[in-house]
């Protein structure tokens, strides 16, 4: 557990009465029960890198709930499709994952749980790939594409995950957004004709 506690960022009261202090993380281990942090990352102190892969590892959720917000209010197709090839993905990485059961890396924070493939990173491509696809400028296309591998560096960075793990992470949701990106195209060209008879 010593080496679990170095790599927990945030510290969490008294534990049991003699005093220790134990993090979150560990008391969530000790008691053999598994997490489901969907908003909560876990870096080392004093790791300049980790306190900027920390927010970064937090991207898919946080442009999920954009994504969902701006499809609200403007009911705009690409948000849409943008938000199922996330969603799509993630779920299939984590279906994947747990199917496979691969170890995530040695001293990781979710150390037991299955790593391959990165499900942050996979919804990232499955977003980036709408994205790029669609008629925005090229800066934005490209930084859609940027920030799905940056989520997947910050994955390595903060020891979720290794490298391979993201890799597939990023192939399945690129995979997963193009096809979400075609079914999409086939029901739109469809819907055209059946409007043009």
Not at 72 to 90: C, D, E, N, P
Not at 100 to 120: C, F, I, K, M, T
Request: charged share 15%; aromatic share 6%.
């Amino acid at each position: 557990m010593s080496q679990l506690s170095e790599l927990v960022g945030v510290v969490a009261g008294d534990v049991g009465g003699d005093g220790s202090r134990q993090t979150q993380c560990e008391r969530i281990v000790q008691a053999g029960w598994r997490s489901f942090d969907l908003f909560v990352v876990g870096y080392r102190r004093g790791e300049p890198l980790d306190l900027l892969a920390a927010p970064l590892s937090l991207a898919p959720q946080l442009a999920l709930v954009a994504l969902a917000g701006a499809l609200l209010a403007s009911r705009h197709w690409v948000y849409a499709r943008s938000f199922v090839a996330g969603i799509v993905a993630y779920v299939l990485a984590s279906i994947v994952k747990h199917t496979v059961d691969a170890e995530r890396p040695e001293n990781s924070l979710r150390a037991g749980d299955p790593g391959w493939p990165s499900a942050h990173s996979a919804a990232a491509a499955g977003m980036a790939v709408i994205v790029a696809n669609e008629r925005f400028p090229a800066l934005v296309r490209l930084g859609a594409v940027a920030g799905a591998l940056l989520v997947a560096w910050s994955r390595v960075q903060l020891l979720y995950h290794t490298v391979d793990q993201v890799a597939a992470g990023l192939c399945l949701g690129a995979g997963c957004g193009c096809v979400v990106d075609g079914i999409c195209a086939l029901v739109a060209a469809n819907n055209s004709k059946r409007k043009q008879q």
